[in-house]
């Protein structure tokens, strides 16, 4: 779990939608290097609130529902997410402008990774690491909801470092003529991503 949500967390660093490209836009606005660092902190903040809302959800849903339905549940709504974006990968939550606050920021990051999945796309290794998936671990595991918890905190420290090292390269380095130029489309990356996770969580829920 704990590998998982490390590279997961470089993936949700990498992909511009996830608030790196604002942050670098409120530094080249501004004129500021600092105001990029600044930026990125309300946003991994609103990344990890809408992360954890999900956990939350499967954490509630345990208590009712086998972990073997939950886990398929999650694999099956990973999929239709995922055709879904595929065929809509091109629609994002509106925002007003550039003038925004911390506030704003965590709102805006918080909109923005619920309309990706990103917290969907985790469910998957949260429950395949969890103690409830693990019970021979004993008293020696983490409780099922502090093992998530850390997990979640873990996956947002690799997003917010992947997320600076991208904004400080491109902002010092490369400028924003580069984006232009050699452009990727990371939205139709991260559908087909929810597909293949959906996928692989759905042949491990029923090769259990």
Known sequence: MWLAMILFGAFHGLNPGMGWLFALNLGLQQRSEKVIWLSLLPIALGHAIAVIAVVLLVLAGLQFIPLATVQKFSALALLAFGFYKLFNYYRHPRWVGMKVGGVDLVVWSFLMASAHGA????????????????????AHALPQGAG????????????????????????????????RSSWINFDLIWAVALLIVGSIALWMAFAH
């Open 148 to 179: 998530m918890f850390l997990a979640v905190g873990l996956h947002t420290l690799t997003m917010l470092l992947v997320m600076g090292t991208v904004a400080w390269v491109v902002y010092r380095k490369l400028g924003l003529a580069v984006l």
């Open 119 to 138: 917290g969907l796309m985790l469910v998957p290794a949260l429950l395949g690491g969890s103690d409830a998936a693990h019970p021979h671990h004993g």
